[in-house]
């Protein structure tokens, strides 16, 4: 019998990772290439996309090394990466721009005048918040500075657009990308001309618009060569990091949830059509023709930790961190934290948002600080939660991963403040999954996205303690009222 095997590559914000796996979802190898950052004036978050699409090559490359393939024994390679990036190409094809990614905040007082204009008409049409993570506001920032490499402007693209016009000649961009830039209606699967006109964009500067399970072949010569692939092998084009965290980890089905939490954070779910909040706190992403992800996304997890980390001068290694926690009980005696230390998205959408602790006395010590600060990141995930059950209906299953996720401490928080079961798969690369799953759909090696449910080895699930779960929904209640008191005072 032949070996098969199949490659996910997630374009993610702090590396560029590739993953092979056996076509049961079992991780065979993997290679992650760090990003850099540049932070040219406080707010402002770059990377460079030429150094990203070369990080890719060389993890390809690798990775098959690694897993000691043959690339007539590679299936398919399927994509992931993060939503919200931006980049000017000139006419030949070249980036005259770093990209600017989601966590750059420079068009703050964009988004803000757009939101007062008409921020509740916008999120209706494209189910994205008005924040400065998003594409649209950073164009608004462009045309309104007169940003050069935005006036000498071809074309736009985010990082993953790029990678693919670099390797296959060709602008295309999935619908959840397109989705996550403001600028797509997902009703209509098409870019929304009177937000074009309001960034004086032109619909041929962006890319076309292509379902997640189209297959590009017929890479570059060079590019097929330096990977060591054959260069008629099918590359699919999958979708964002958000969609395929939910596919990989099998959050598929009404009442499933998935919650991500590394640097970042978020909790998502899967729905037939589009669906908007009245409050505006979540997020509506295509994914194919006809269904989208749901949730909000958090800018303060594992961020938070390292945060908390630095300040206390911490210099033992995140277990040891962690297992601070665990000295103090349930609450930290008192000791409330708003993890809002990098502004916030989900679920008050406000970039000017700043973390705070409430109820600091003389007894509490460096452990009710850590895990104040653990619960805070877990309290505001339940409030996004929350927002989610009033548009989707009530969580009947919480699958999570991530950095945290190999935390059981956080894991037994998550259970007990959700007061729900938690699954966890033994693979915490879901992402690259749901992106080498997206192209064995594509190319017709498996029939349906539904199919990938058998085919994810999990753990033990971690179940909620009863008497815990009833102390933190008491708690939560205090964490709420402290959380919505205080939006008030960020402007």
């Known amino acids: 019998m032949s070996r098969e095997f199949v ?15 056996h076509l049961n979802g079992k991780l065979v190898a993997e290679v992650e290439k760090m990003n850099t950052f540049h932070y040219p004036k406080q707010g402002w978050v770059e990377q460079d996309p030429v150094e990203i699409e070369r990080a890719a090559v060389v993890a390809i490359k690798e990775v098959m090394e690694e897993a000691s393939i043959t690339k007539d024994e590679l299936l398919t390679i399927g994509f992931s990466a993060a939503m919200h990036s931006i980049l000017c190409v000139g006419e030949d094809g070249k980036a005259i721009s770093p990209a600017l990614i989601w966590a750059d905040g420079r068009s703050d007082g964009q988004a803000q005048r757009l939101d007062e204009k008409m921020g509740e008409e916008v999120y209706k049409k494209t189910g994205t918040p008005i924040h400065p993570m998003t594409p649209l506001n950073k164009l608004l920032w462009m045309k309104e500075n007169e940003y050069e490499p935005y006036r ?19 602008r295309v961009i999935d619908y959840s990308m397109a989705s996550a830039t403001g600028l797509f209606n997902p009703a209509t699967l098409s870019w929304e001309k009177s937000l074009l006109e309001l960034t004086n964009v032109e619909e ?58 590394g640097t970042s954070g978020a909790i998502r779910q899967l729905t037939k059509g589009v669906k908007v909040s009245e409050e505006r706190e979540t997020f509506c992403y295509s994914f194919t023709a006809d269904t989208a992800i749901i949730g909000g996304p ?54 000017k948002a700043k973390g705070s602790f409430h109820g600091v006395t003389l007894t509490h010590k460096r452990e009710h600080f850590i895990r104040a600060v653990l619960e805070g990141i877990t309290f505001n995930l339940y409030q996004i939660g929350n927002a989610l059950e009033r548009l989707a209906g009530e969580s009947e299953k919480i699958y999570v991963n991530g950095g945290l996720a190999r935390s059981p401490l956080w894991l037994s928080m998550m259970a007990n403040v959700f007061n729900a079961e938690i699954y966890v798969p033994e693979s915490h690369h879901s992402a690259a999954w749901g992106a080498a799953w997206t192209g064995l759909v594509g190319i017709g090696k498996v029939n349906s996205f539904e199919e990938i449910k058998e085919n994810i080895p999990m753990s033990a699930p971690v179940k909620p303690d009863e008497q815990t779960s009833k102390l933190y929904k008491q708690l939560y209640k205090d964490y709420e009222k402290l959380a919505k008191d205080m939006v008030k005072h960020f402007n």
């Open 152 to 170: 000498n402007a071809a074309y736009f693209m985010s990082v993953k657009e790029y990678v693919f016009y670099r390797w296959f000649n060709k």
């Open 298 to 351: 958090t800018n303060n997890g594992g961020i938070a930790l390292q945060w908390a980390k630095d300040l206390l001068n911490f210099e033992g290694s995140f277990e040891e961190l962690l297992a601070e926690a665990e000295k103090v009980a349930p609450g930290a005696d008192g000791l409330i934290f708003l993890p809002y230390v990098n502004g916030e998205r989900a679920p008050i959408w406000n970039q």
């Open 7 to 21: 490659i996910g590559l997630d374009i993610g914000t702090t590396s560029v990772k590739a993953c092979v796996f």
């Open 204 to 261: 041929n500067q962006l890319s076309e618009i292509v379902a997640p399970t189209t297959i590009f072949t017929e890479i570059d010569e060079r590019v097929a060569a330096e990977m060591g692939i054959n260069r008629d092998l099918p590359f699919v084009i999958g979708s964002a990091d958000g969609q395929l965290a939910n596919l990989g980890i099998g959050a598929i089905l009404p009442g499933e949830v998935a919650v991500s939490v």
